[in-house]
């Protein structure tokens, strides 16, 4: 791998969006709603969907609130949602893609271009940066605590069918193809590890350094993209420079 560390890339946004419980729990919806969409509403068929509700469970989330996604999907809910992936560039040419849930495309189309715009950037045509992503099922599991090299963890990733691992101070980041995602988790946790993220993502092939003095209008694009309401994930080619000191 390149070495571009997406868990490292999202911690500091993370801890912020992790206090609003209500956005988790938005977004943990969509999710239900994209697998099941896509597999069928019956998890022990449709292995991403069996990741996203135990997702659901790990944060506590209220079994009437699974339900209403998981009946969107088939219909029971009433409302018709659609998914729409929008590109463009941030701040220093840097390569977005944002994967949307809504049941409203104007409204969505005009807050993410309006998003774009305020801050630097320009919504790019379809296709305009798709190309600079590749589709991976990704694992991170935390180092803290956990009594194990590199090597040897690496031994343990390729025997459990994964493609891929790096690794930073903070945590082993596995990479699989998206097909077998589910049976790498599976074999992982049977090794008894704990497993701080499961899921399917965009990983950039490059990425672009964000330039010091554009990095706080870069992080102004990115946490309002992700906090609209339509949004179920954005996903960044970049990485934000470290100020002189």
């Known amino acids: 791998m390149s070495g571009h560390s997406k868990w490292h890339n999202i911690q500091g946004r993370k801890n912020a ?3 609003k419980r209500g956005k988790i729990f938005q977004k943990i919806s969509r999710d239900l709603y994209q697998a099941a969409k896509a597999g069928g509403a019956d998890p022990d068929g449709n292995a991403q969907l069996r990741l996203v509700m135990d997702k659901a469970k ?3 989330m209220p079994k009437d609130v699974v339900k209403r996604a998981l ?4 219909g029971a809910g009433g409302q018709k949602f659609e998914e729409i992936t929008y590109e463009g560039y941030g701040p220093g040419g840097t390569a977005i893609m944002v994967s949307a849930l ?5 409204r969505t189309a005009s807050a993410i271009r ?3 715009t305020h801050h630097g950037g320009a919504l790019g045509a379809s ?11 990704y694992i991170v599991i935390l180092r803290d605590e956990l009594d194990i090299d590199e090597d040897t963890m690496l031994m343990s990733v390729l025997d459990a069918g994964a493609d891929d691992m790096t690794t930073t101070d ?10 077998q995602l589910a049976a790498v988790r599976d074999a992982l946790q049977e090794q008894n590890f704990d497993l701080d993220t499961a899921e399917i993502t965009m990983i ?3 990425v672009t350094t964000v330039p010091a003095d554009k990095a706080k209008q870069y992080e102004n694009l990115i946490d309002e993209l992700s906090d609209n309401d339509d949004v179920a994930d954005v996903y960044e080619a970049a990485e934000v420079a470290e100020p002189a000191e």
């Open 58 to 60: 790990a944060a506590n």
């Open 170 to 179: 903070e945590a082993f980041e596995i990479y699989t193809d998206p097909s």
């Open 204 to 206: 950039p092939e490059n």
């Open 71 to 74: 009946d969107k999907a088939t």
């Open 127 to 137: 296709g305009s940066v798709a190309y600079m992503f590749n589709r991976r099922g």
């Open 102 to 106: 809504t049941d409203n495309k104007n």
């Open 114 to 116: 309006s998003a774009f």
């Open 17 to 19: 969006q992790d206090a």
